[in-house]
């Protein structure tokens, strides 16, 4: 087989991995969190499929303060798509330089999704 040959073979290859990696992505949890009401937010699983076992955790938490209905290991939630979960944040006042952030682990991704935490309304 040529190098021309080959070359194509191997651009082929990429691009139905990109393919099968994008199809993957598209079936998994995706989450957004949004301010209810002064400290109040929701997790909500924005993707098309179920998020089982979910955890929260502090991602940069310049200034974040955990607070209530948080996911843990001990009290993991489970997400249907489009539904949520509520919780309780408290952020204190900093320099902006950095805005919070959370960890959410579910059991079905392989790498943690971090969401920005937004000032409350």
Request: proline share 9%.
């Amino acid at each position: 087989m040529g190098r021309v040959a080959t070359r194509a073979l191997d651009i082929g290859r990429k691009v139905r991995s990109r393919k099968e990696k994008t199809a993957a992505e598209s079936a998994a949890p995706r989450f957004r969190l949004e301010n209810v009401s002064g400290l109040v937010y929701r997790l909500v699983n924005a993707g098309p499929v179920t998020a089982s076992d979910i955890v929260i955790e502090p991602g940069e938490a310049t200034g974040l303060r955990l607070g209530r209905h948080l996911p843990t290991a001990d009290k993991p939630v489970t997400l249907g798509p489009d539904e949520d979960h509520r919780l309780i944040l408290a952020i204190a006042p900093s320099n902006g330089s950095t805005r919070p952030t959370l960890r959410i682990h579910c059991s079905e991704l392989d790498e943690p999704c971090t969401v920005r935490v937004t000032p409350p309304a």
